[in-house]
Protein backbone atom coordinates (compact mmCIF):
# COMPACT_ATOMS: atom_id res chain seq x y z
CA UNK A 1 0.00 0.00 0.00
CA UNK A 2 1.20 3.30 -0.52
CA UNK A 3 1.74 5.87 1.86
CA UNK A 4 -0.77 8.45 0.49
CA UNK A 5 -3.29 5.65 0.44
CA UNK A 6 -2.20 4.89 4.19
CA UNK A 7 -2.35 8.11 4.84
CA UNK A 8 -5.48 8.60 3.17
CA UNK A 9 -7.17 5.51 5.24
CA UNK A 10 -6.13 6.84 8.45
CA UNK A 11 -8.07 10.16 7.84
CA UNK A 12 -11.09 8.38 6.44
CA UNK A 13 -11.17 6.68 9.85
CA UNK A 14 -11.04 9.81 12.29
CA UNK A 15 -13.39 11.13 10.08
CA UNK A 16 -16.00 7.82 9.95
CA UNK A 17 -15.01 7.50 14.03
CA UNK A 18 -16.27 11.31 14.27
CA UNK A 19 -12.53 12.65 15.46
CA UNK A 20 -13.09 15.34 12.93
CA UNK A 21 -16.60 16.10 12.36
CA UNK A 22 -18.68 17.43 9.43
CA UNK A 23 -17.38 20.64 8.37
CA UNK A 24 -14.21 20.98 10.47
CA UNK A 25 -11.23 22.34 8.66
CA UNK A 26 -8.41 19.83 8.78
CA UNK A 27 -4.82 19.93 9.19
CA UNK A 28 -3.20 21.93 5.85
CA UNK A 29 -0.89 19.98 3.62
CA UNK A 30 2.36 21.30 5.31
CA UNK A 31 1.05 20.01 8.67
CA UNK A 32 0.11 16.46 7.65
CA UNK A 33 3.00 16.12 5.65
CA UNK A 34 5.08 16.95 9.19
CA UNK A 35 2.31 14.82 11.22
CA UNK A 36 3.03 11.85 8.98
CA UNK A 37 6.84 12.44 8.20
CA UNK A 38 6.38 12.36 4.11
CA UNK A 39 6.77 15.57 1.72
CA UNK A 40 4.51 18.05 0.82
CA UNK A 41 3.59 16.18 -2.71
CA UNK A 42 2.34 12.76 -1.36
CA UNK A 43 0.16 14.75 1.62
CA UNK A 44 -1.58 16.39 -1.00
CA UNK A 45 -2.27 13.45 -2.77
CA UNK A 46 -3.32 11.74 0.39
CA UNK A 47 -5.67 14.53 0.90
CA UNK A 48 -6.59 14.34 -2.88
CA UNK A 49 -7.63 10.81 -2.40
CA UNK A 50 -10.11 12.14 0.17
CA UNK A 51 -11.46 14.45 -2.15
CA UNK A 52 -12.19 11.65 -4.78
CA UNK A 53 -13.77 9.59 -2.19
CA UNK A 54 -16.16 12.60 -1.22
CA UNK A 55 -14.93 12.72 2.28
CA UNK A 56 -12.95 16.00 2.33
CA UNK A 57 -13.85 19.61 0.99
CA UNK A 58 -11.24 22.07 -0.58
CA UNK A 59 -11.83 25.41 -0.60
CA UNK A 60 -10.49 28.40 -2.07
CA UNK A 61 -7.78 30.72 0.09
CA UNK A 62 -7.25 30.68 3.36
CA UNK A 63 -10.24 27.86 3.88
CA UNK A 64 -7.97 25.41 3.89
CA UNK A 65 -9.44 21.93 3.05
CA UNK A 66 -12.91 20.56 5.41
CA UNK A 67 -14.73 17.86 6.55
CA UNK A 68 -17.45 17.05 4.08
CA UNK A 69 -21.02 18.47 5.42
CA UNK A 70 -22.50 14.46 4.00
CA UNK A 71 -20.31 11.91 4.34
CA UNK A 72 -20.73 9.72 1.31
CA UNK A 73 -21.81 5.76 2.39
CA UNK A 74 -18.65 3.52 3.40
CA UNK A 75 -19.87 1.19 0.81
CA UNK A 76 -22.89 -0.76 -0.76
CA UNK A 77 -24.69 -4.42 0.52
CA UNK A 78 -26.28 -6.37 -1.50
CA UNK A 79 -29.39 -8.20 0.14
CA UNK A 80 -31.08 -11.17 -2.23
CA UNK A 81 -34.26 -12.50 -1.56
CA UNK A 82 -37.97 -13.25 -2.80
CA UNK A 83 -39.62 -9.92 -1.79
CA UNK A 84 -41.70 -10.16 -4.99
CA UNK A 85 -42.88 -13.90 -3.92
CA UNK A 86 -42.65 -13.84 0.18
CA UNK A 87 -44.58 -10.67 0.70
CA UNK A 88 -44.25 -8.73 3.86
CA UNK A 89 -41.84 -11.47 5.89
CA UNK A 90 -38.92 -10.57 3.52
CA UNK A 91 -40.24 -6.96 3.22
CA UNK A 92 -39.83 -7.11 7.30
CA UNK A 93 -36.21 -8.60 6.67
CA UNK A 94 -35.03 -5.90 4.41
CA UNK A 95 -36.57 -3.51 6.42
CA UNK A 96 -34.70 -4.24 9.27
CA UNK A 97 -31.13 -5.02 7.48
CA UNK A 98 -31.48 -1.40 5.67
CA UNK A 99 -32.03 0.35 9.63
CA UNK A 100 -28.94 -1.38 10.29
CA UNK A 101 -27.03 -0.21 6.90
CA UNK A 102 -28.34 3.35 7.32
CA UNK A 103 -26.91 3.11 11.20
CA UNK A 104 -23.41 2.29 10.01
CA UNK A 105 -23.57 4.50 7.03
CA UNK A 106 -23.25 1.62 4.34
CA UNK A 107 -26.33 1.57 1.30
CA UNK A 108 -28.34 -1.63 0.46
CA UNK A 109 -29.06 -2.53 -2.88
CA UNK A 110 -32.24 -5.07 -3.35
CA UNK A 111 -32.09 -7.75 -5.90
CA UNK A 112 -35.20 -9.71 -6.54
CA UNK A 113 -33.94 -13.55 -6.57
CA UNK A 114 -33.74 -14.81 -10.32
CA UNK A 115 -32.23 -17.86 -11.63
CA UNK A 116 -30.10 -19.85 -12.68
CA UNK A 117 -28.10 -19.06 -9.42
CA UNK A 118 -24.94 -18.31 -9.95
CA UNK A 119 -25.51 -16.17 -13.13
CA UNK A 120 -27.27 -13.67 -10.80
CA UNK A 121 -24.25 -14.18 -8.40
CA UNK A 122 -22.09 -12.38 -10.65
CA UNK A 123 -24.04 -10.24 -11.72
CA UNK A 124 -23.99 -8.78 -7.63
CA UNK A 125 -20.22 -9.66 -7.57
CA UNK A 126 -20.30 -7.14 -10.53
CA UNK A 127 -22.51 -4.49 -8.99
CA UNK A 128 -20.16 -2.74 -6.58
CA UNK A 129 -20.88 -4.09 -3.62
CA UNK A 130 -19.04 -5.32 -0.62
CA UNK A 131 -21.34 -7.68 1.07
CA UNK A 132 -24.20 -9.76 0.75
CA UNK A 133 -27.05 -10.68 2.49
CA UNK A 134 -29.25 -13.50 1.09
CA UNK A 135 -32.87 -15.02 2.39
CA UNK A 136 -34.28 -18.22 1.09
CA UNK A 137 -31.47 -18.90 -2.20
CA UNK A 138 -28.58 -20.73 -2.42
CA UNK A 139 -25.32 -19.23 -0.80
CA UNK A 140 -22.94 -17.35 -3.41
CA UNK A 141 -19.99 -19.94 -5.22
CA UNK A 142 -17.01 -20.17 -3.77
CA UNK A 143 -15.56 -17.87 -6.21
CA UNK A 144 -17.75 -15.02 -4.53
CA UNK A 145 -15.49 -12.31 -3.60
CA UNK A 146 -16.98 -10.67 -0.60
CA UNK A 147 -18.44 -11.69 2.59
CA UNK A 148 -21.85 -13.44 2.57
CA UNK A 149 -24.18 -14.28 5.38
CA UNK A 150 -27.37 -16.49 5.15
CA UNK A 151 -30.45 -14.69 6.78
CA UNK A 152 -33.17 -16.68 8.16
CA UNK A 153 -31.65 -20.58 7.44
CA UNK A 154 -29.14 -22.42 9.57
CA UNK A 155 -27.03 -22.89 5.99
CA UNK A 156 -23.30 -22.16 4.79
CA UNK A 157 -20.47 -20.26 6.45
CA UNK A 158 -22.22 -17.62 8.05
CA UNK A 159 -25.55 -17.67 9.21
CA UNK A 160 -28.00 -15.64 11.68
CA UNK A 161 -31.03 -18.26 11.74
CA UNK A 162 -34.34 -18.32 13.11
CA UNK A 163 -33.95 -20.88 16.25
CA UNK A 164 -37.09 -23.05 14.49
CA UNK A 165 -36.18 -26.17 16.09
CA UNK A 166 -36.79 -24.15 19.42
CA UNK A 167 -39.97 -22.95 17.67
CA UNK A 168 -41.23 -26.10 17.33
CA UNK A 169 -41.08 -26.89 20.46
CA UNK A 170 -42.71 -24.65 21.99
CA UNK A 171 -45.41 -25.95 19.81
CA UNK A 172 -44.98 -29.27 20.42
CA UNK A 173 -45.14 -27.83 24.37
CA UNK A 174 -48.26 -26.09 24.02
CA UNK A 175 -50.38 -28.83 22.56
CA UNK A 176 -48.99 -31.66 25.12
CA UNK A 177 -50.20 -29.06 28.05
CA UNK A 178 -53.87 -29.21 26.53
CA UNK A 179 -53.56 -33.22 26.47
CA UNK A 180 -53.50 -33.32 23.13
CA UNK A 181 -51.68 -37.12 21.92
CA UNK A 182 -52.81 -37.37 18.21
CA UNK A 183 -51.25 -34.70 16.33
CA UNK A 184 -50.85 -34.36 12.46
CA UNK A 185 -47.89 -32.35 11.53
CA UNK A 186 -47.68 -30.78 8.04
CA UNK A 187 -45.29 -29.17 5.85
CA UNK A 188 -44.39 -27.89 2.37
CA UNK A 189 -40.81 -27.86 2.75
CA UNK A 190 -39.03 -30.74 0.93
CA UNK A 191 -35.94 -29.48 2.86
CA UNK A 192 -36.96 -29.78 6.41
CA UNK A 193 -34.05 -31.18 8.50
CA UNK A 194 -34.93 -32.89 11.99
CA UNK A 195 -33.23 -29.34 13.02
CA UNK A 196 -35.82 -27.39 11.82
CA UNK A 197 -39.49 -26.52 12.95
CA UNK A 198 -40.98 -30.04 12.48
CA UNK A 199 -37.92 -31.57 13.82
CA UNK A 200 -38.53 -29.79 16.91
CA UNK A 201 -41.53 -30.35 17.35
CA UNK A 202 -41.31 -34.23 16.84
CA UNK A 203 -38.63 -34.48 18.99
CA UNK A 204 -40.42 -33.03 21.82
CA UNK A 205 -43.39 -35.57 21.38
CA UNK A 206 -40.83 -37.65 21.26
CA UNK A 207 -39.05 -36.98 24.51
CA UNK A 208 -42.94 -37.05 26.24
CA UNK A 209 -43.55 -40.49 25.25
CA UNK A 210 -45.71 -39.70 22.18
CA UNK A 211 -44.71 -41.03 19.04
CA UNK A 212 -45.45 -38.93 16.11
CA UNK A 213 -46.14 -42.34 13.74
CA UNK A 214 -45.25 -41.56 9.46
CA UNK A 215 -49.51 -41.59 8.82
CA UNK A 216 -49.33 -38.60 10.96
CA UNK A 217 -46.70 -37.01 8.84
CA UNK A 218 -47.97 -35.23 5.79
CA UNK A 219 -45.86 -33.34 3.22
CA UNK A 220 -47.85 -31.85 0.27
CA UNK A 221 -46.00 -30.09 -2.83
CA UNK A 222 -44.06 -27.04 -2.64
CA UNK A 223 -45.31 -23.89 -4.83
CA UNK A 224 -48.86 -25.91 -5.49
CA UNK A 225 -51.83 -24.73 -4.95
CA UNK A 226 -52.92 -26.87 -1.45
CA UNK A 227 -55.57 -29.87 -2.03
CA UNK A 228 -56.83 -28.88 1.78
CA UNK A 229 -60.20 -31.08 1.18
CA UNK A 230 -58.09 -33.74 0.34
CA UNK A 231 -55.42 -33.15 3.10
CA UNK A 232 -58.29 -32.90 5.64
CA UNK A 233 -59.97 -36.58 4.26
CA UNK A 234 -56.57 -37.84 5.08
CA UNK A 235 -56.23 -36.48 8.53
CA UNK A 236 -59.62 -37.07 9.25
CA UNK A 237 -60.08 -40.84 7.90
CA UNK A 238 -57.01 -41.94 10.30
CA UNK A 239 -58.35 -44.70 12.46
CA UNK A 240 -57.56 -42.91 15.81
CA UNK A 241 -58.89 -39.26 16.40
CA UNK A 242 -56.38 -36.61 15.64
CA UNK A 243 -57.31 -33.35 17.81
CA UNK A 244 -54.99 -31.22 16.11
CA UNK A 245 -52.51 -30.34 13.34
CA UNK A 246 -48.91 -28.67 14.05
CA UNK A 247 -48.34 -26.70 10.42
CA UNK A 248 -45.40 -25.62 8.92
CA UNK A 249 -46.42 -21.92 8.03
CA UNK A 250 -49.63 -19.80 8.89
CA UNK A 251 -50.18 -20.28 5.25
CA UNK A 252 -51.23 -23.77 5.99
CA UNK A 253 -52.52 -23.29 9.24
CA UNK A 254 -55.41 -20.37 8.02
CA UNK A 255 -56.32 -22.79 4.63
CA UNK A 256 -56.94 -25.66 7.33
CA UNK A 257 -58.76 -23.40 9.26
CA UNK A 258 -61.05 -21.94 7.11
CA UNK A 259 -61.69 -25.24 5.48
CA UNK A 260 -62.89 -26.59 8.82
CA UNK A 261 -65.03 -23.75 9.64
CA UNK A 262 -66.85 -24.61 6.13
CA UNK A 263 -67.75 -28.06 7.18
CA UNK A 264 -69.11 -26.40 10.74
CA UNK A 265 -65.76 -27.97 12.79
CA UNK A 266 -64.64 -25.18 15.28
CA UNK A 267 -61.72 -24.10 16.21
CA UNK A 268 -60.26 -24.72 18.84
CA UNK A 269 -63.30 -26.31 20.33
CA UNK A 270 -63.08 -29.48 18.38
CA UNK A 271 -59.83 -29.19 16.24
CA UNK A 272 -56.65 -27.04 17.50
CA UNK A 273 -54.24 -25.48 14.97
CA UNK A 274 -50.62 -24.00 15.50
CA UNK A 275 -49.19 -22.20 12.68
CA UNK A 276 -45.69 -20.94 12.31
CA UNK A 277 -43.89 -17.29 11.26
CA UNK A 278 -46.99 -14.79 12.72
CA UNK A 279 -47.48 -13.46 8.78
CA UNK A 280 -49.78 -10.46 8.97
CA UNK A 281 -50.96 -10.78 6.11
CA UNK A 282 -52.45 -14.41 7.33
CA UNK A 283 -53.55 -12.86 10.85
CA UNK A 284 -55.42 -10.32 9.52
CA UNK A 285 -57.84 -12.91 8.84
CA UNK A 286 -57.77 -14.47 12.20
CA UNK A 287 -54.73 -14.44 14.45
CA UNK A 288 -53.59 -17.64 15.02
CA UNK A 289 -51.78 -19.66 17.76
CA UNK A 290 -48.30 -18.95 15.88
CA UNK A 291 -44.71 -18.82 16.47
CA UNK A 292 -43.43 -15.14 15.89
CA UNK A 293 -39.96 -15.11 14.23
CA UNK A 294 -39.03 -11.14 14.13
CA UNK A 295 -38.28 -10.79 10.73
CA UNK A 296 -36.83 -7.46 11.30
CA UNK A 297 -34.62 -7.99 13.92
CA UNK A 298 -33.44 -10.94 11.46
CA UNK A 299 -32.45 -8.50 8.80
CA UNK A 300 -31.01 -5.80 11.23
CA UNK A 301 -28.82 -8.33 13.15
CA UNK A 302 -27.87 -9.87 9.78
CA UNK A 303 -26.54 -6.96 8.25
CA UNK A 304 -24.59 -5.85 11.68
CA UNK A 305 -22.97 -9.03 11.53
CA UNK A 306 -22.08 -8.46 7.61
CA UNK A 307 -20.94 -5.50 8.40
CA UNK A 308 -18.31 -6.73 11.11
CA UNK A 309 -16.98 -8.78 8.83
CA UNK A 310 -16.77 -6.23 5.95
CA UNK A 311 -14.81 -4.28 8.46
CA UNK A 312 -12.92 -7.09 9.82
CA UNK A 313 -14.30 -6.37 13.42
CA UNK A 314 -16.00 -10.57 13.30
CA UNK A 315 -14.00 -13.04 11.63
CA UNK A 316 -15.88 -16.23 9.92
CA UNK A 317 -17.91 -18.30 10.67
CA UNK A 318 -20.83 -16.36 12.66
CA UNK A 319 -23.67 -19.26 13.44
CA UNK A 320 -25.96 -17.46 15.32
CA UNK A 321 -30.06 -18.67 16.68
CA UNK A 322 -32.45 -16.20 17.03
CA UNK A 323 -34.98 -16.81 19.83
CA UNK A 324 -38.45 -17.39 18.43
CA UNK A 325 -41.47 -16.98 20.66
CA UNK A 326 -45.19 -18.54 20.57
CA UNK A 327 -47.81 -16.48 20.79
CA UNK A 328 -51.52 -16.29 20.96
CA UNK A 329 -51.42 -19.95 22.69
CA UNK A 330 -55.33 -19.94 23.59
CA UNK A 331 -56.57 -18.64 20.00
CA UNK A 332 -56.28 -21.45 17.55
CA UNK A 333 -54.93 -24.33 20.16
CA UNK A 334 -57.15 -25.60 23.29
CA UNK A 335 -58.11 -28.47 25.37
CA UNK A 336 -58.15 -31.80 23.15
CA UNK A 337 -61.90 -32.67 22.86
CA UNK A 338 -62.81 -35.71 24.35
CA UNK A 339 -63.76 -39.00 22.42
Known amino acids: MSKEIEIADLIEKFIREGTWKAGEKIPSEHELSELYQVNHKTANKAVAKLVERGLIVRTVGRGGSKVATTLPAKGVIAYRLPLLSAGVFCAQMLKGAESAARAANYDIKYFELTYPEDTQWQKIANASICGAIFTACAPPPETFPFPAINALHPFGTNFIASDDFDGGRQAAELFLANGHRNIAVITDNPNESTDGRCGGFIRTLKNNGIPCPEKLFFSIPLDNEINIKALWDSISSLPQKVTGAFCYSDTIAMH ?84
Open 256 to 339: LLLHLNSLGIKVPQDFSICGFGNMQTVNIIMPLTTVRQFPETLGYNACTKLIELIEKTATAPIEIHSPVELINPRNTVAAAPEN
